[in-house]
């Protein structure tokens, strides 16, 4: 089994700044590929960014030049993918899920954080 802690959401203006960061604990040597995920009220949850275990990352075209994937393999432990998001927009609001794909390919969700860009 493998646990997620999302942090780092909360409100800002336009064109500002948040980091978001996703600590992963458990079986986490299972863990193959991260990513985020965001979920805007009555929208679809789509994906903004993903990083495989050999670092290979994707963005959507929305989030392309603003949003910086990372992920950090060694620290205490756990494994952390962080988030880096600038130049916010109001369209960036959304509650934003963190997610592990494990070696046989199950997948495991945290919480969520909610990020809110106000115009």
């Known amino acids: 089994q493998v646990q997620l802690v999302e942090s780092g959401g909360g409100l800002v203006q336009a064109g500002g700044s948040l980091r978001l960061s996703c600590a992963a604990s458990g079986s986490i040597f299972s863990i193959n590929d991260m990513g985020w995920y965001r979920q805007a009220p009555g929208m679809q949850r789509e994906l903004v960014a993903s990083i495989t275990r050999g670092g290979y990352i994707n963005y959507v075209d929305s989030v392309k030049g603003r949003f910086t994937i990372s992920r950090d393999n060694a620290k205490d432990n756990a494994k952390t993918v962080y988030l880096q998001m600038s130049s916010l927009k109001p369209e960036d609001t959304a509650d934003y899920f963190c997610?592990?794909?494990?070696?046989?390919?199950?997948?495991?969700w945290g919480q969520g954080t909610q990020v809110t860009i106000s115009s």
């Open positions: 997610k592990a794909t494990d070696w046989r390919r199950r997948d495991y």
